[in-house]
């Protein structure tokens, strides 16, 4: 068994900061990309950032610059670090983490940003 144990999320206003954390445990033997989707109301889930275990990430779009993903894979955790948030960042974020090419998925964080 994965478990995955997210925490960081909240309320903020536009352009506030927030830093979100995934901890894997459990029957890990080799993590390989972890990451962050959201899911706003209405709206399917998209993919947010990826990292790989070497340290190679992916950003959507819409966070370029202003996110950033890292991971310390000593302490099989992966970070969020969202900053210059938006109100369109209002999600529920959802940490995935890929362990023998099996997807596993977070419980999710709500982000919530007013204007």
């Known amino acids: 068994q994965v478990q995955l144990v997210e925490s960081g999320g909240g309320a903020v206003q536009a352009g506030g900061s927030l830093r979100l954390s995934c901890a894997a445990s459990g029957s890990i033997f080799s993590i390989g990309t972890m990451g962050w989707y959201r899911q706003a109301p209405g709206k399917q889930r998209e993919l947010v950032a990826t990292i790989t275990r070497g340290g190679g990430t992916v950003y959507a779009d819409s966070v370029k610059g202003r996110f950033t993903s890292s991971r310390d894979n000593a302490k099989n955790t992966v970070y969020l670090q969202m900053t210059n948030l938006k109100p369109e960042d209002t999600a529920v974020y959802y940490c995935?983490?890929?362990?023998?090419?099996?997807?596993?998925w977070g419980q999710g964080t709500q982000v919530t940003v007013s204007s």
């Open positions: 995935r983490v890929v362990i023998r090419s099996a997807v596993h």
